[in-house]
């Protein structure tokens, strides 16, 4: 079992930069990949970013890469989200999961995933 609590969304001006931290309880976070996904009022949820148990792999969406860099630091059982540039269209809730892969590469955005967080708001004005 693993619970995940998503912290550090808020409200930014268009150009102006957050980090979203997702912290993880379980002894076996490590052997989780772990992804960013967003929704924003009437769209469906999309992947935004996703990074392999490790940390040695990431991947993400196009309509970020360049702008957000996800990481994690498994000792303390936390994977962050940091956006840079962001812009009016980033606005959603955030959402951090984990899927049990072990040992495994990520190679692409993840949309499955075993455990949710809560979410948590972003906000970007123009």
């Known amino acids: 079992q693993v619970q995940l609590v998503e912290s550090g969304g808020g409200m930014v001006q268009a150009g102006g930069s957050l980090r979203l931290s997702c912290s993880a309880s379980?002894?076996?976070?490590?052997?989780?990949?772990v992804g960013w996904l967003r929704q924003a009022p009437g769209k469906e949820r999309e992947p935004v970013a996703a990074i392999s148990w490790s940390g040695g792999s990431t991947y993400y969406a196009d309509s970020v890469k360049g702008r957000f860099t996800i990481s994690r630091d498994n000792a303390k059982n936390t994977v962050y989200l940091q956006m840079n540039s962001l812009k009016p269209e980033d606005t959603a809730v955030y959402y951090c999961?984990?899927?049990?892969?072990?040992?495994?590469?990520?190679?692409?955005?993840?949309?499955?995933?075993?455990?949710w967080g809560q979410g948590t708001q972003v906000t970007v004005s123009s």
């Open positions: 379980g002894r076996t976070f490590s052997s989780y990949a």
């Open positions: 999961a984990a899927k049990w892969l072990p040992a495994v590469p990520v190679r692409a955005l993840i949309t499955s995933y075993d455990y």
